[in-house]
């Protein structure tokens, strides 16, 4: 079992930037694909960023150039540092454990973006 926490949300203008974290259980970290997600009010939620195991990282068209996603397995953490955020960003963000066919999610984190 792995339990995920992100943090980092908040309200920011348009143009400004967020760091958000997904703090994850377990001593198998490493061995995880992570993906952030989000979901926008009356909205599905939609994959915005994966990173492998070996820190291969691949984005949605909607935000690649503008957001980055990175790991510390030291910390068991994935980073999700976003900048330019747009009002259309605004969502709750939400992280994704995979391994071996078995997914985890955290509870997810508000990220307001003021235009």
């Known amino acids: 079992q792995v339990q995920l926490v992100e943090s980092g949300g908040g309200l920011v203008q348009t143009g400004g930037s967020l760091r958000l974290s997904c703090a994850a259980s377990g001593s198998t970290f490493s061995r995880y694909v992570i993906d952030w997600y989000r979901q926008a009010p009356g909205k599905q939620r939609d994959w915005v960023a994966s990173?492998?195991?070996?820190?291969?990282?691949v984005y949605a068209d909607s935000v690649k150039g503008r957001f980055t996603i990175s790991r510390d397995n030291a910390k068991n953490t994935v980073y999700l540092q976003m900048n330019m955020l747009k009002h259309e960003d605004t969502a709750v963000y939400y992280c994704?454990?995979?391994?071996?066919?078995?997914?985890?999610w955290g509870q997810g984190t508000q990220v307001t973006v003021s235009s």
């Open positions: 990173i492998s195991s070996g820190g291969i990282t």
């Open positions: 994704k454990a995979n391994l071996d066919g078995r997914a985890y």
